[in-house]
């Protein structure tokens, strides 16, 4: 494997989002160009890998700051880099903050992809999701980005909200098929702990689609798309062949990234490390001893060797458990009982490497479990 | 001290009469604890008493009273402490009887009572609780007089909550117990009546001197294996441990002897001096004879040494239960306990939870039963898995208890409903006073140990108790309900019942099942059969769906901690043909027959 991914992390949204548990911030009344002078000075005193096979900005929505804050730090990362337009170079984007000239911008820093927070293409869950944009103009800024020129782009969707139907998610991705996008995410909707939506949640104000429901929208996703030719190649995520994220596969891979900005992880010489996740603090951090460390995990031998596996069975092409043993020098034969019994419930594959069967990626976390 | 001013003497009453109360003030009065460090039934100082409120252990503390030492032991009230109650009398002469003067005699004042009364106890009797609005003096008299033939001339009318008539107790303690008899100059006897194991010191052992004396220094032998140990410190209680130079002749105490290992001491057991071979040993306790009886696992199998040490160690401090080892082929290698009672079975598991730091798994108790196979041979039956072949059964037999209810007249027709719709049979019944009824009758213990006293509480409206002794083995009609999960039998999920009501035990406990076992990869079925026959089943669903839809890229770390949670809830499962079955399962055998615990 060539040298770390880069990540960057922008916190900033129009409005927080009420299932959203992300370390994101609404803008209003916040301080852009302070963060991005902290952005840049972690990356001055952390040093950027100089060479990334892939560079993810994330957040957050990094599209939500003016063209100039944009155009900034943007700069600021591809001044560190040697360029390479081969390099897969994307930028999540919200169709409510996307502008001509942002896109602009976007283009001619040489991102590549950029990764759409559609959420839903019908007007009555965007506004369950508490999302600021409405379905047309989803389209309108798929539309912006292709004529741009940027040749990939990744649509964002959240299914099983509550209200909603199978039909509507069916006719969802209906639409979103005939744009032909090279990759779509589709997320299945989650009450994380802290977020509003667990909140009314527990208190009987939000009430959650049925699991059957949700287990059928998750089945029909993969058909439908499979027959767009649109493959799974994680649980979430689909693409047709040549598209997939590379940056999300380094993740599945347990390859080693960094990453800068406020709550961003870095998986670097077998350390993970996360930062300051509040504003403040973060460049309160970076200011003094110009990194932001918060947590700090050093995992190794078998431990690090089945997080591998747990992570690349979440991928279609799944983990080569011997490959696993030499790159961690473990014998993981203590799996080959929980293999067995895995492939004898026809829930990993019969043969070649580890990887879920159809039936098994509807329940892949009881499966992950089980080789922890 | 001289014999004739020393007293031992215990307090004995129905659950709840208020005996450690009454201590209280005694400790008070006497001064033998200052008002400083006072709290309301000081000697119920383990946690779990002090949770529930109820006295598990006998405590025992010395008190200095108008040139006199008095010995006063503080027993439980409820039946499944009995066992502490018999060997409290032991180290006594005098025993003061508590009747609550609102609720008048019960079930346990009755039991007790004769207790001690064939102990050879001087008893007094007392009214406790004589401030409260209810309270009926004069019917606890012709109860006390009339059903238990005591004699009430002079009875003592107290109230532990407002200290009235504290000195007449003690008063009539030194004036009405006889001072214990023994020889200070004769070689050494002591009765083990008690024991505790303590980290540093090893085994503490609560003895009464009979004959002779203990002190530092000394050699003794246990009487039962004859092995000798150098006294490194004796003591009383205050009620805490407090050194003293010497025990002598008809005082109670304890000693230390650097005693490391558990096996030499057995509660019952006489100390002499080293190497006399004359020596009388004092009567020792009647072995306890446990009713029901569960198997108790180490949740993860490498445990099982830590939790053989705990339940050595726990044995010490509580000779009523017993244990053997025992294996079980969906839970591997454990303990086969006997217990006196559903709520000594659960404080038992509580202490050896709570201070042995080792996750256990308990199997839904049972009592035991006998048969006698085509051989002619009779065999104890302690667990289903021990039964032989049906076509090996000449007879199958079941426990029967001897049932006394004591309840207001007019209660007495529910109860007889109760009795026969539990299969129990019609003894006799006496009267104890104008109020008060005592029924007798037979019951398969089966049925009355499980939920058997809640019913009988709601039957009398609160107002009966009762007590029970073992009668025998009698034949019945008794079948092995086999549980099987996912087709393969369930060895420590099998029960034997009778065959009438197998099929409603069956579907109930199949439900039990499908709520404490949880979905898993696949649908599991649960059967119940006798033989080879279904007689009820149940399934449980495949799980549907567990997946996290979203990871946020690198926080690897958060998403591996959900699953090793995932993973953590887990452990305390057992694997049984593939499928993973939480400890609740094995206790749910009981169902709603649990709610025995909120009996108090
Ligand atoms: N009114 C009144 N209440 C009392 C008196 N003595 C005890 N009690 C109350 O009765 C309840 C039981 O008292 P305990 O002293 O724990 O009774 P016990 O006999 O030791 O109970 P066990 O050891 O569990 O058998 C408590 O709530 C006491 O406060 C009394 O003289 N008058
Ligand atoms: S826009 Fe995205 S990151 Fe921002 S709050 Fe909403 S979901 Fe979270
Ligand atoms: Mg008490």
Redesign the pocket.
Known sequence: MTGPSLYVHIPFCETKCPYCDFNSFAVLGRDVDGYLDALRREMDARGVPGDPPTIFIGGGTPTVVTPEQLARYLGDITARLRPDPAREFTVEANPGSLTREKVAVLKEHGVNRVSLGAQSLVDRHLATLGRVHRAAEVEEAYRMVREAGIPRVNLDFIYGVPGMTLAEWAATLETAISWRPDHLSCYALIFEPGTEFHARRSAGRLNPIAEDRELAMFRYTERRLRRAGILRYEISNFARRGEECRHNLVYWRNGEYAGFGAGAFSYLQGRRTGNERHLGRYAEAVRGRGDAIATEERLEGEAAARETIVLGLRTSEGVDVEAVERRYGVDLGGLRGTIGRMRGLGLVAPDGPLRLARRGWRVADEVAAAFL | MRLEHIRNFC?I????????????RLLLRTGAVEQRVFR??LL?SMDI?RE?????KASAVRMMWQGKQINLI?????VD?SYEVSRALHACEGALL?V?A?QGVEA?TVANAYLAIEAGLDVIPAI?????PGAQPELVIDQLSTGLGLDTTGILR?????G?GVDDVLKAVIDRVRPPEGDPAAPTRALIYDAAYDDYRGVVVYVRVFDGTLRRGMKVQFLSNLSEWEIAEVGVFRPEMEKVDVLSAGEVGYFVANLKTLEHVKVGDTIAPAKERDVVPVPGFKDPKPLVFCGIYPASSQDFDDLRKAIEKLHLNDASFTFHPESSEALGFGFRCGFLGLLHMEIVQQRLERHANVDIIQTAPNVTYEVVTTDGETRRIERPAELPDPAHIKEFREPIVRVSIIAPPEAIGPVMALVTDRRGTFVKQDYLGPSRTILVCDLPLSEMVFDFHDLMKSATRGYGTMDYEMKGFFPADLVRLRILVAADEVDALSVICHREVAPRRGREILRALQKTIPRQLFEIALQAAIGGKIIARESITALRKNVTAKCYGGDVTRKRKLLEKQKEGKKRMRQVGGVEIPQEAFLSVLGSRREEKKR?
């Open positions: 307090i009453a129905h659950v709840d009469h208020g005996k450690s109360t009454l201590a209280d309301d039934q119920d008493e529930r409120g109820i006295t598990i503080d027993t439980p009230g409820h402490f508590l609550d609102s346990q406790n609780k004589v401030e409260l107290v109230s532990g909550k407002t009235l108090k």
